[in-house]
């Protein structure tokens, strides 16, 4: 609810107030922003009164030779009237880049969307418009604040338009909001291709920190989700503030620890190669910012998140992820259509939904050399057509996806030798290629166009049921072929969204996966139009807990895409036990990456269990609300909780890294369950393989033989030993006090069904139900 009195302005959602005043010098000031306040009066109470200008700074003017811009908590901040402190906006006129923006006028009316960017699709919200104007040079700038009273965010931009005369706008962070320091700290997260989403946490410094990116997709460098934590928050206690931004391009957060102790904290369109010249009569509309408040820890501020994701982000949320088989760690560029027709056959066996074709299967395109551009299939590999392995699929009780990546081409491509003046290039200078390809100028209508067309003519061709939507390089060589090069980076991704709106629109049935090699353009953009995301090229287990607790801090399980595949891994050549390259992949949509013809007939039996246990807990993982409780990196075991809305099931994961020798007992100690209820504890079936025990195992069977030779290898192909199996009746209350004890680690002895058999990166799903005595 969005209310208006006495200047000052009252943000409420279900759970936040957000308070903005407008003060006597018709400044813009952020004034609060935290636990609900439901106070009705005059607000004097959370007024900052500065009395003292520091000796050097500037009074703004002369009606209070006390009042400083430079001390106040603006909602947004310009250059040249004694604000030193980092600008939320900067433009550049005849004048210079003096701007000096003052309250006008506000309006309070329910949100209308603009579809030229990522848009929130839930109905009937509530809108903030504060109105703010240059006199001098006629700059306007609207405020905008959107907001439900069911969830707890706030979603704000900016729109800027020149009145008088034009402009060159240089910087226009979507949103600002200033406060004082709260001991904060900071988490962000940074990464590259294959270790994407790392986590970082610093305490704030004073000096100005940025994470962005400048490589023109949102990138595998620094996703735009960050979190401040209040000095004694905890997971699941304490005030944390998230903040993240529905953007796919360059952008950048600014979190500024100022040396008067306050907090500026920004997020938009990189302001780097950032110039877009505005005429009089012009707009330009920055994309939305989401931020958000929680008292319950970087868990409840994460909850809040992924709540906004689902009801404000995603097109359609009650579409359900198909268990996957790609093809792609399986057979990268070499296959043909007997080799897809066994994984599909393979896949269909073990319960698998969707056979998704990979890289590979156009033009000429055997290898990353060649082919990019020309979606016509390849029928030396595939006689038939896409048709004939779409139907061999459904023959199988399989639906079919295919993967693209539209927005590239390769220089051996029929599309190049056509239009090489339509990738990203500058006048005179070789472009320089990434993965052997270029990329195309989306800024343009007929490149969209193309695109548009082109993928619109393969998913009429024939009976497609998903696509992997792929995007390979980062952008260089940004030039001055079409537009100026300071609009370059944005208008590539206007013209993305439009395709993928066109696109997305006329195929709303099809289930999308966004992909930039990996989680290169893992962002709320994306999520608008596509249902998951890709999440890393790396599928190592191991290394996939850092990646995907890093990116559920943000999105919700519903978007990460996981796939199981082979060991030792691809990645990091790691051996990971099948169970845990299960468990992990089980914590968000679930796939397959691996050549099943391979498999022994365990690992099948192992594979088909958890697809059945998947079918039945699909809901919950899409829908529940997630909590990670420990950390690998910190506390050397992951575990994530997903509770489902109703508190009646959720099901835990217990990751760990390296083992330790007798660590002692460990508990375990929940949240988010209903504390009146009593719940059954029992574990997912596990099954060890019996090497895993090397030479202990002549312990437990007393006939002589050679437990490396092959009659025992092929045996452990068959035959394995089920793990421990604990199941307990127990209270909510007990489950989040701490009082259930797992049962022992093995150290050096003691199989046995109440023995944790866990060697390095082994890990346990348990599932927790509601019961009735
Ligand atoms: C990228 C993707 C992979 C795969 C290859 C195909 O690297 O991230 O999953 O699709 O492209 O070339």
Redesign the pocket.
Known sequence: MITCQNNIFKIDTLNTTYLIRINSHKHVISEYYGSKIDSQDNYAFSEETIKYPAGSSIAYDESDSQYSLDMQCLEISSIGKGDYKEPSIVIKCDEGYVLDLCYQNYKIQKYVPDKSLPYLRKADLDELIIETMDSTNGVLVELHYVCDVDDDVIIRNIIVKPTKKKIHLLKASSMQLEMPNQDFTLVSTYGTWGSENNIDEMPLKHGIFKIDSKTGASSNRHNPFFMLKEGGSTGVFGNVYAFNLMYSGNHEEIIELSTFDKVRIQNGINSFCFDFELKKGDKFVTPLSVMTFSSKGSNGASINMHHFVENFVIKDKVKVAPIVINN?EATFFDFNATKLRSIIRNASKQGMEMFVL??GWFSTRNN?HSGLGDYDVNTKKIPGGLNRIANYAKKHKMKFGL?FEPEMVNEDSRLFRLHSDWIIKCKDRTPSKGRNQYVLNLSRKDVQDYIIENVSKVLHSSDISYI?W?M?RHMSDVGTLNYDSGEMFHRYMLGLYRVFDEITSEFPNIYYEG?S??GNRFDLGILNYFDQI?TS?DTDAYERIKIQSGTSLGYPLRCISNHVSTSPSNSVLRNTPLDTRINVALFGSYGFELDLTKNYPIEDKNIAESIKFYKKYRLLIRDGDFYQLKNIKKDGYALWLVVNKEKSEALLGYFQGLNKMNRGTETINLVGLDPNSDYQFTTRKQILNYQTFGSLVHQAIKIKFNERGPLFTALTKRIGMDGEKENYIIGGKALMSGALKLDNKWIGTGVGSDTRTMPDFASRVYVIKKVKI
């Open positions: 792609w990979d890289d990353d993967w992997k792929d390979n992909c090699s990996g890709w090229d």
